[in-house]
C-alpha cells in the first residue's frame, strides 16, 4: 500500500490515507458495537490495526503531518465542555462541587506522581506531567451512559458538574508541569518559566471570553444554520492556532469560549451543530492516535501501565470520598461517586501528544504508549462502573437496566420486522390497488349494461305506449267512419223512402268489409300488447339475475 501511495502526488496520496482512516474506523465501531463498547476504543484499535506497528498501511510522514487534527479536536471537545458551565447551575452547586473536584483530581494526580516517582524511579517531569493527565475525566462517556438510562437525580447532576470541572482542573495542573518540564530540559528552572505559561493561559480566559462575547453578538435571530456554523468553528480554529504560537493547550480557552457564549445566549443549537460536524474530526483524531500506540512497547511498559491504570483509579475514589465527607453530601454520592469518575479518553489523549513533545523521544513515546493503552481500558471499564454507581445511587433501578438490555437485545430484530411487514404491506397495498381498479372496471361495465338495458326497456314501453296511442285512435277514427257511414246510410234511406236492392246490397256489402276490417285491426293491436309484455318481462328476469350474480 505504501509503494502505491508513494507513487502519488502529495494532495492525492493525503486524501487517499483519509479515506482509508476514516473507512477504518465505521468498520471498527461495527465491531465494537455489536461489544457494547464506546466508539473510542474502536477508532483506537483501528488505528492500531491499519498503523505503522499493525498492517503498516499508512505512511509514517503523513501520520506525523497529522497534528494539526488534535488541536482541532480538542478544541471541539472544550467547546462541547464549557456548555455545562452555566451561571444559575454554578451559584445553586456554590463551592461543594468545586471543592469536590478539586480534591478527588489532585489526590489522582498526586499519588500517580509519587507512585512513578518512588516505586519506579521515574524522572520528576514524566512523573508531573502522567500525574498531570491522571487527573482529567472523559465527560463524553459518562454522559452517554446517564442518557442512555435516562438516569435523573441528585447523584447524576452532581456527577455532571464534576465532570465539566474536572477537565479545568486538569488544564490548570497540565499547564504549571509544563511550564516545569519545559524549565527542566532547558538545564535551568527560572520564575518565568512557571510564570509565563500562567500568564498566557489568563491571557487565553480573556481571548475565549472575547470570541464567546463577539459571537453572541454576531448570530443575531435570523442568521442562517451554515453561517452559525462557519463563524463558530473559524473562532474555534483562532483560538487553536493562537494558542499553538505561544506553546499552550488551546482547551482552557476553547472552554470558556462555550462557557461564556452559553451564559450570554442561552443557544444550545450551536453547541448541537458543532457535534454533527465533528464526528469525523474526531473519528481521524483518534484513529491518529491509535496509529501512535507502539503495541511492541506494552511489554516493555506493561507494570507501569498496569500501575498508573489501578493507581488512578485509587485516587479517584478516594479523593472522592473525602472530600464528600468533608463537605457533608449524601450517603449515595459519597460511597459511589468516585466509581463513575473512571473513564479517560479525549482530554487526556491531547494532553499525552503536548506532553510528549516536552519530553525526550523515548520517555515521550512511552508515556504516550501508558495513556493510549490506559485509556483503551479506561473505555471498556468506565461505562461499566458508571453503570453500577447510577444502580447503586437510586439513579437508575435494576428494572430499568434488565428493561433496556432487552430493548438492546431486540431493536436490531423489530427493526428487520418493521421492514419485512413494510415491504409485504406494500405487496398488499399493491395487490389491493389493482384488485379495486379490477373490480371497478367490472362495476362500470356492469352498470353501463344495466343502463343499455333499462334504457332499451325504457325505449320499448314508449314504443308501446305510442303504437298503443296510435292503435286507439285508429279504432276511434274507424268507429267515427262507421258510425258516420251508418248514420248516412240510414239519413239517405230515410230521405229516399226506398232504394233499389242494388243499392242496398253495396250498402250491406261495405258495411260488413268495415266491420271486418275493424276486427283484424283489433286483434293486431292485441298482437302487439302480448309481446311488449314479454318482453317487459324478459327485461326484469334479466336485470334480476345480474343483481344476484353480482351479490354472490
Request: hydrophobic letters at 45%.
Amino acid at each position: 500500500m505504501q509503494e502505491f501511495l508513494a507513487g502519488l502526488s502529495q494532495e492525492t496520496e493525503v486524501l487517499l490515507v483519509l479515506s482509508i482512516i476514516l473507512f477504518a474506523g465505521f468498520v471498527m465501531t461495527r465491531l465494537t458495537n455489536t461489544l457494547n463498547l464506546p466508539k473510542v476504543s474502536g477508532y483506537i484499535l483501528a488505528g492500531i490495526l491499519i498503523g505503522p506497528y499493525g498492517l503498516n498501511l499508512i505512511p509514517m510522514k503523513i501520520i506525523n503531518s497529522m497534528g494539526f487534527v488534535s488541536d482541532l479536536a480538542l478544541a471541539f471537545i472544550a467547546f462541547g465542555v464549557g456548555k455545562f458551565f452555566k451561571r444559575d447551575v454554578m451559584k445553586k452547586t456554590g463551592g461543594k462541587i468545586i471543592t469536590i473536584t478539586v480534591f478527588e483530581a489532585l489526590t489522582a494526580g498526586v499519588l500517580v506522581t509519587l507512585f512513578m516517582r518512588l516505586v519506579f524511579h521515574m524522572d520528576w517531569d514524566f512523573a508531573l506531567i502522567l500525574g498531570a493527565i491522571a487527573t482529567a475525566t472523559a465527560p463524553a462517556s459518562t454522559m452517554m451512559t446517564i442518557n442512555q438510562y435516562k438516569a435523573k437525580g441528585e447523584f447524576v447532576n452532581t456527577l455532571l458538574q464534576i465532570v465539566a470541572l474536572d477537565d479545568v482542573v486538569c488544564l490548570l495542573a497540565f499547564s504549571i508541569v509544563a511550564a516545569v518540564a519545559s524549565g527542566h530540559a532547558a538545564g535551568s528552572l527560572a520564575i518565568s518559566d512557571v510564570v509565563m505559561p500562567i500568564v498566557f493561559n489568563l491571557l487565553a480566559l480573556l481571548l475565549g471570553f472575547f470570541c464567546g462575547y463577539f459571537l453572541s453578538r454576531l448570530l443575531i435571530p435570523t442568521r442562517s444554520k451554515d453561517n452559525r456554523l462557519i463563524l463558530a468553528i473559524a473562532m474555534l480554529l483562532g483560538i487553536s492556532g493562537i494558542c499553538a504560537a505561544v506553546n499552550i493547550s488551546p482547551l482552557l480557552s476553547c472552554m470558556v469560549f462555550g462557557a461564556s457564549y452559553i451564559n450570554l445566549t442561552s443557544d444550545k443549537k450551536l453547541y448541537r451543530q458543532i457535534n454533527n460536524f465533528s464526528p469525523p474530526v474526531m473519528s481521524v483524531f483518534f484513529i491518529v492516535s491509535g496509529m501512535n500506540l507502539d503495541v511492541r512497547a506494552l511489554a516493555t511498559v506493561g507494570v507501569v501501565g498496569v500501575s498508573y491504570f489501578i493507581v488512578r483509579i485509587v485516587g479517584k475514589y478516594l479523593g472522592t470520598y473525602i472530600s464528600c465527607a468533608l463537605t457533608g453530601t449524601s450517603r449515595e454520592i459519597r460511597n459511589y461517586m468516585g466509581l463513575a469518575l473512571i473513564p479517560q479518553a479525549g482530554v487526556a489523549i491531547g494532553l499525552a501528544f503536548l506532553g510528549q513533545r516536552l519530553l525526550p523521544p523515548e520517555t515521550g513515546k512511552l508515556m504516550l504508549t501508558i495513556i493510549l493503552s490506559s485509556s483503551v481500558l479506561y473505555e471498556m471499564v468506565g461505562p461499566i462502573s458508571a453503570k453500577v454507581a447510577l444502580l447503586l445511587s437510586g439513579s437508575i433501578s435494576g428494572k430499568d437496566i434488565l428493561d433496556k438490555m432487552v430493548v438492546t437485545g431486540q431493536e436490531e430484530q423489530e427493526e428487520q420486522e418493521g421492514q419485512e411487514g413494510q415491504e409485504e404491506q406494500e405487496r398488499n397495498s399493491g395487490q389491493d390497488e389493482e384488485q379495486e381498479e379490477i373490480e371497478t372496471e367490472e362495476s362500470d361495465s356492469d352498470s353501463g349494461e344495466e343502463e343499455g338495458e333499462k334504457l332499451a326497456c325504457c325505449e320499448a314501453d314508449m314504443d308501446g305506449n305510442v303504437n298503443e296511442k296510435n292503435s286507439v285512435g285508429n279504432e276511434a277514427d274507424n268507429e267515427e267512419d262507421s258510425g258516420g257511414d251508418e248514420a248516412g246510410n240510414q239519413g239517405d234511406s230515410a230521405e229516399d223512402g226506398a232504394g233499389s236492392e242494388e243499392d242496398s246490397g253495396h250498402e250491406l256489402t261495405n258495411y260488413i268489409r268495415e266491420m271486418s276490417q275493424g276486427v283484424d285491426e283489433q286483434d293486431e293491436f292485441d298482437i302487439e300488447q302480448d309481446l311488449l309484455s314479454e318482453k317487459q318481462e324478459k327485461c326484469k328476469k334479466g336485470g334480476k339475475g345480474k343483481k344476484q350474480g353480482k351479490k354472490k
